[in-house]
């Protein structure tokens, strides 16, 4: 079966940092590139991040550049998502997405369950 | 930046046809993405590049993109079809190049 499945959210100050995981099965993840999807409480969703399947591509949302940094571990089958210098604003449920393609033309096809970020003192 | 616009909701009753639309500049020049969202649950992709469904997605979900709108519609609605509906497209100018409109709630009565 593929899957996604997303950890390490949690509760965090403001000013502070997590690092989130997404742990992939089922498919040939070095061969897919990869999202982040954010969606804030009673909002919609929004791009965070991408990384092409090698990990040599990143791209940064404007919201969260200079911040946040998308990574991949091809040997782990696994995406992370470092996110430093948190704002309340960054509280949301992040998801990680399966973009064959980039995404363009077949969207994203595969989401994890997503894990919950909370930025509050 | 590149702007999506749905409606914030739309009604429909069992059994009929509900139409959800994406407006954008110039929309048909680009492949348009639908996804499914319900309640605590995850996003689930159920059009892709304008018109094609993902396997698993059923024939009564169907999108159609020109202009400057891109429609996606499910026919014979059912209650479970109750959800968030958002379309998605990748643009290179935007400072976010996965681009979602605002969401759709769709409602069946």
């Known amino acids: 079966e593929v899957q996604l499945v997303e950890s390490g959210g949690g509760l965090v100050q403001p000013g502070g940092s997590l690092r989130l995981s997404c742990a992939a099965s089922?498919?040939?993840?070095?061969?897919?590139?990869m999202n982040w999807v954010r969606q804030a409480p009673g909002k919609g969703l929004e791009w965070v991040s991408y990384i092409s399947s090698s990990g040599s591509t990143i791209y940064y949302a404007d919201s969260v550049k200079g911040r946040f940094t998308i990574s991949r571990d091809n040997a782990k089958n696994s995406l992370y998502l470092q996110m430093n210098s948190l704002r309340a604003e960054d509280t949301a449920v992040y998801y990680c997405?399966?973009?064959?393609?980039?995404?363009?033309?077949?969207?994203?096809?595969?989401w994890g369950q997503g894990t919950t970020v909370t930025v509050s003192s | 930046s590149y702007v999506l616009t749905q409606p914030p909701s739309v009604s429909v009753a069992p059994g009929k046809t509900a139409r959800i639309t994406c407006g954008g500049n110039n929309i048909g020049s680009k492949s348009v993405h639908w996804y499914q969202q319900k309640p605590g649950q995850a996003p689930v992709l159920v059009v892709y590049?304008?018109?094609d469904r993902p396997s698993g997605i059923p024939e009564r979900f169907s999108g159609s993109n020109s202009g400057n709108t891109a429609t996606l519609t499910i026919s014979r609605v059912e209650a479970g079809d109750e959800a968030d509906y958002y379309c998605q497209v990748w643009d290179s100018s935007s400072d976010h190049l996965w681009v979602f409109g605002g969401g759709t709630k769709l409602t069946v009565l």
């Open positions: 997405a399966r973009a064959p393609g980039r995404g363009v033309i077949y969207g994203m096809d595969v």
């Open positions: 590049d304008d018109s």
């Open positions: 089922g498919f040939t993840f070095s061969s897919y590139e």
